[in-house]
């Protein structure tokens, strides 16, 4: 089993919807969480640092369940330019940093 | 602005050739990581190095090994390339473990 797992998609949503990815870890000594968004051939880039209380950053809303250890990424009235994968990251005590295989958004009009 | 760099950017190897790839950081980050990435397999993490003179296995370690050259490089060694090596491989630093990782433009490498 992976330590960390995504539903790889694709979400196929139109412009204006709410879309949510979830991304499950199995270590309980997980010590920070991240989401990435990467397009084609490019290099991961960050999207947000999920925290404990949760965190929004525009359309875009993370939060962090350490009890069911999951993270989930919530994205509000989609846009055409939102079309990527949506990687989530889990660093350990160890420093040791781990990507879920990415879910695949496509906002089409 | 830099951030990381990874050289050469396009390799094309003959199975059994050993090749290095470079990785630099000029952002004074303490941690580094090397990961590949095939298509529906997500990034995978190579090795990484928590810091300088330190260095660890990550999910993928076989068939490849690294050095800590100091606190900026952090560069992967194919001893003998295989087919099933064929890959992007990124290259991430970041400050410490609370921190984001940055990612440098990645090398795009086959193996015939």
């Known amino acids: 089993r992976k330590e960390v797992e995504q539903d790889p998609g694709p979400f196929n949503v139109p412009e204006g919807a709410t879309v949510a990815f979830n991304c499950t870890y199995s270590?309980?000594?997980?010590?920070?969480f991240f989401w990435y968004r990467q397009d084609c051939r490019k290099e991961p880039k960050l999207l947000m640092s999920?925290?404990?209380s949760g965190n929004e950053d525009g359309r875009f809303t993370a939060q962090l369940n350490r009890a069911s250890q999951y993270i989930s990424l919530l994205i509000r009235d989609s846009k055409l330019s939102d079309s990527a994968t949506y990687l989530c990251?889990?660093?350990?005590?160890?420093?040791?940093?781990?990507f879920g295989t990415g879910t695949r958004l496509q906002v089409f009009p | 602005n830099a951030g990381v760099t990874q050289t050469p950017k396009f390799q094309v190897l003959k199975t059994g050739q050993s090749m290095t790839l470079q990785c630099a950081q000029d952002?004074?980050?303490?941690?580094m990581y090397w990961y590949r990435q095939d298509p529906g397999m997500g990034l995978r993490l190579i090795y990484y190095?928590?810091?300088?003179?330190?260095?660890d296995k990550g999910e993928v370690p076989n068939g490849y090994n690294v050095s800590r050259l100091n606190k900026r490089e952090f560069s992967l060694r194919l001893e003998s390339a295989a087919p099933s090596q064929t890959s992007v491989y990124f290259c991430?630093?970041?400050?410490?473990?609370?921190?984001?990782?940055?990612f440098g433009q990645g090398t795009r490498l086959t193996v015939v």
């Open positions: 990251a889990v660093r350990l005590v160890t420093d040791k940093l781990i």
């Open positions: 999920v925290y404990s």
């Open positions: 991430a630093s970041s400050f410490d473990r609370d921190t984001e990782a940055f």
């Open positions: 270590n309980s000594a997980s010590q920070s």
């Open positions: 952002m004074n980050h303490n941690s």
């Open positions: 190095s928590a810091s300088e003179g330190t260095t």
